[in-house]
């Protein structure tokens, strides 16, 4: 029973290409966010939904384009993909936006851009 | 914006010997976070300060939460090889409207059989 999926596992792609990356959790939480972690394993937010809201938004190139169709899914798109796109992406959620609340993080989405 | 500072960047320790790292916010912290993870993993929650000067135990972890609610520490005695991975502390300031969770870089622990 996993609690928070993402999907693919892995992503090798051509320069310039459209990719998605899909995220569900079935805890029932109400927040839900994105990170990248580059190759010096340095954790940064992108994006973070509460309700299907978006409530924060990073310095992020306009290409990276969060959707959240329900509260139980976070997706990523990024349009016309750079070298430097490539890192791990994390999807996480929490209970709600509260100070105190625990992150639950997916597995990763391990992007590769060539 | 907030600065969470974390140091060491790397720590490699002999099996046994203890294991320290720090962290530093450049703001006053509702609470902090400590998260594993281990080679190839993903973040993993391990525990959580709130109060000024808290200390909380796990088996041979013990973290600490300064008095001024700006600093923290991890600190592991006797390490195992199965606490390889990044240590990762996260705060949120403690200021209106701040609803962002800030990690630090992480420190990289190695154990050597």
């Known amino acids: 029973d996993t609690a928070v999926s993402q999907t693919p596992k892995y992503l090798v792609t051509q320069m310039g290409n459209d990719k998605s990356i899909k995220c569900e959790q079935n805890l029932g939480h109400d927040t839900m966010y994105w990170y990248k972690q580059d190759s010096k394993k340095f954790l940064k937010i992108m994006f973070s939904?509460?309700?299907?809201?978006?409530?924060i938004n990073e310095t992020v190139p306009n290409r990276f384009s969060p959707k959240s169709p329900d509260k139980a899914h976070l997706n990523l798109h990024i349009n016309s993909l750079e070298l430097g796109d490539s890192a791990v992406y994390f999807c996480a959620s929490s209970r709600d936006f509260g100070s105190g609340e625990t992150q639950y993080f997916g597995p990763g989405t391990r992007l590769l851009v060539l | 914006g907030q600065q969470v500072m974390q140091i060491p960047q790397y720590q490699h320790v002999q099996e046994g010997e203890d294991f320290t790292t720090y962290c530093n916010s450049s703001?006053?912290?509702?609470?902090i976070q400590w998260y594993k993870q281990r080679p190839g993993g993903h973040p993993v929650f391990l525990i959580q300060l709130v109060k000024s000067g808290e200390v909380k135990k796990q088996k041979r972890l013990t973290f600490q939460f300064g008095e001024a609610k700006k600093n923290s520490s991890l600190h592991i005695t006797a390490t195992q090889t199965t606490d390889v991975g990044t240590y990762f502390c996260?705060?949120?300031?403690?200021?209106?409207?701040?609803?962002?969770?800030?990690f630090g870089k992480g420190t990289k622990l190695s154990v050597i059989p």
């Open positions: 996260a705060g949120r300031s403690s200021g209106a409207g701040s609803y962002q969770l800030t």
């Open positions: 939904y509460n309700n299907k809201e978006l409530i």
């Open positions: 703001t006053t912290l509702s609470n």
